[in-house]
């Protein structure tokens, strides 16, 4: 034995996850696929982690200064937090995958390597997941934003439908009488209240998803005005 330790290669990775998409992970791994597997054994987050580009390197510590540009850049980026009295640096990021990425670009580009960046495009299960987490983080949205009438152009006085199909309610009509609140049986209701009330359901629901203005449903229509 000489003594002397191989260099091995690895790959700067960017990853993403569904479960906190304002984030991307940047980090070093010999093999990504064992990386990937570490992480996603953890059952405390709700979807797994899926690599959204490579980028080969022969070195370690590239990653570490890939993180040093990025700090450089904006130190606001970087998920940094306090702890039991200990500071906490993580290799996550508050930035979109696609700025990753071009930081990666650029940097290959520079040293003449832009055959050793690989884009990993997402499977159907991943694209799948995605839009789950989206339909999830819009709901939750939702449910802490009580919807505004007024911003969403529906007047007092106007009628809401309630509908859900095979409800012997749907098709019923109620007066909005303020911004927030519909006439049922001579008393203001929110439109929450009244959707479980109609449904018959125990639980708390989202009312904007079971009513329409002009044949539009208010979850829609507060989309498309962005309210």
Same mark, same amino acid.
């Given at each position: 034995?000489?003594? %002397?330790?191989?260099?091995?290669?690895?790959?700067?990775?960017?990853?993403?996850?569904?479960?906190?998409?304002? +984030?991307?992970?940047?980090?070093?791994?010999?093999?990504?696929?064992?990386?990937?597997?570490?992480?996603?054994? #953890?059952?405390?987050?709700?979807?797994?982690?899926?690599?959204?580009?490579?980028?080969?390197?022969?070195?370690?510590?590239?990653?570490?200064?890939?993180?040093?540009?990025?700090?450089?850049?904006?130190?606001?980026?970087? #998920?940094?937090?306090?702890?039991?009295?200990?500071?906490?640096?993580?290799?996550?990021?508050?930035?979109?995958?696609?700025?990753?990425?071009?930081?990666?670009?650029?940097?290959?580009?520079?040293?003449?390597?832009?055959?050793?960046?690989?884009?990993?495009?997402?499977?159907?299960?991943?694209?799948?997941?995605?839009?789950?987490?989206?339909?999830?983080?819009?709901?939750?949205?939702?449910?802490?934003?009580?919807?505004?009438?007024?911003?969403?152009?529906?007047?007092?006085?106007?009628?809401?439908?309630? +509908?859900?199909?095979?409800?012997?309610? #749907?098709?019923? %009509?109620? %007066?909005?009488?303020?911004?927030?609140?519909?006439?049922?049986?001579?008393?203001?209701?929110?439109?929450?209240?009244?959707?479980?009330?109609?449904?018959?359901?125990?639980?708390?629901?989202?009312?904007?998803?079971?009513?329409? +203005?002009?044949?539009?449903?208010?979850?829609? %229509?507060?989309?498309?005005?962005?309210?």
């Amino acid at each position: 034995m000489t003594g %002397r330790t191989e260099k091995k290669g690895g790959v700067i990775y960017i990853l993403t996850n569904p479960s906190f998409p304002e +984030y991307v992970k940047i980090g070093y791994a010999d093999d990504i696929k064992k990386r990937l597997k570490q992480l996603n054994r #953890s059952e405390c987050i709700p979807f797994a982690f899926r690599v959204y580009a490579t980028y080969e390197v022969t070195s370690r510590l590239s990653d570490l200064k890939l993180h040093s540009i990025i700090d450089k850049l904006n130190p606001n980026l970087r #998920s940094i937090e306090t702890f039991d009295g200990k500071q906490r640096i993580r290799e996550f990021y508050a930035m979109n995958p696609e700025d990753a990425y071009s930081i990666l670009s650029a940097i290959a580009e520079i040293n003449n390597c832009e055959d050793k960046l690989h884009r990993v495009l997402p499977n159907a299960d991943e694209i799948e997941d995605e839009k789950t987490a989206e339909e999830i983080e819009s709901e939750n949205r939702e449910r802490k934003s009580p919807i505004d009438l007024g911003l969403c152009e529906i007047p007092v006085g106007a009628e809401l439908e309630f +509908y859900n199909i095979g409800n012997p309610n #749907s098709g019923r %009509r109620f %007066r909005v009488i303020d911004n927030h609140k519909v006439e049922y049986e001579g008393k203001p209701w929110s439109l929450s209240a009244l959707a479980a009330k109609l449904l018959g359901s125990k639980w708390s629901v989202q009312g904007p998803s079971y009513f329409k +203005y002009d044949g539009e449903l208010l979850t829609d %229509r507060r989309e498309r005005l962005g309210v």
